[in-house]
T-cell receptor, first 117, second 113 residues
Framework: GAVVSQHPSRVICKSGTSVKIECRSL??????MFWYRQFPKQSLMLMAT?????????EQGVEKDKFLINHASLTLSTLTVTSAHPEDSSFYIC?????????????FGDGTRLSIL | SQKIEQNSEALNIQEGKTATLTCNYT??????LQWYRQDPGRGPVFLLL?????KEKRKERLKVTFDTTLKQSLFHITASQPADSATYLC????????????FGSGTRLLVRP
């Protein structure tokens, strides 16, 4: 149980393109999902916390107009990288927690490798 | 500022030996600590969670200790196998911060057959 599906797994596109990444909890409901970015051999850095039905909470230094997050249902959150540039190339990973439980593990998607040419 | 340190150098051990990975933290008071496994190009997979009032947790060949005085967690894999080769991440969480986790940069484990 507790499967998180992330799509697409890999994106290669031109600079200036906007890219949407989907994160779905397949067999459970998630009021909260998290979006991370990971550069090679570095830690997962939390970008934002996505709350169903409300605005996302962004971490310091993350541009909310650059990284648009929508959490329209209990099983789907999307991250849109707007007008992507080469410096946005990274590994983006989402995670979700089972609703109503604290101190429980997060369930991660398999990430999206974004490459901006 | 909050800091989590994991050994950035890869740990290279012989199959059958016990692997021990370290996670140290400063300027933080976690309510719990988690260990994850991450394979190349994949998302992290949860392994174990240990709370601040627990000293040790076990799951099959895995053992985690948590010393809040030393601000350290040790992660052990006994009878290691080549399939255990991966990067292992520790993550700290506080019960008052909406389930947010802070991750270490991970330690790569290589188990030689």
């Amino acid at each position: 149980g507790a499967v998180v599906s992330q799509h697409p797994s890999r994106v290669i596109c031109k600079s200036g393109t906007s890219v949407k990444i989907e994160c779905r909890s397949l067999d459970f409901q998630a009021t909260t999902m998290f979006w991370y970015r990971q550069f090679p051999k570095q830690s997962l850095m939390l970008m934002a916390t996505s709350n169903e039905g409300s605005k996302a909470t962004y971490e310091q230094g993350v541009e909310k107009d650059k990284f648009l997050i929508n959490h329209a249902s209990l099983t789907l959150s999307t991250l849109t990288v707007t007008s992507a540039h080469p410096e946005d190339s990274s590994f983006y990973i989402c995670s979700a927690e089972v609703m109503g439980y604290s101190n429980q593990p997060q369930h991660f998607g398999d990430g999206t490798r974004l490459s901006i040419l | 500022s909050q800091k989590i340190e994991q050994n950035s150098e890869a740990l290279n051990i012989q199959e059958g030996k016990t692997a021990t990975l370290t996670c140290n933290y400063t300027n933080y008071s976690p309510a719990y600590l988690q260990w994850y496994r991450q394979d190349p190009g994949r998302g992290p997979v949860f392994l174990l969670l240990i709370r601040e009032n627990e000293k040790e947790k076990r799951k099959e060949r895995l053992k985690v200790t948590f010393d809040t005085t030393l601000k350290q967690s040790l992660f052990h894999i006994t009878a290691s196998q080549p399939a255990d080769s991966a990067t292992y991440l520790c993550a700290l969480g506080r019960s008052d911060s909406s389930y947010k986790l802070i991750f270490g940069s991970g330690t790569r484990l290589l188990v030689r057959p």
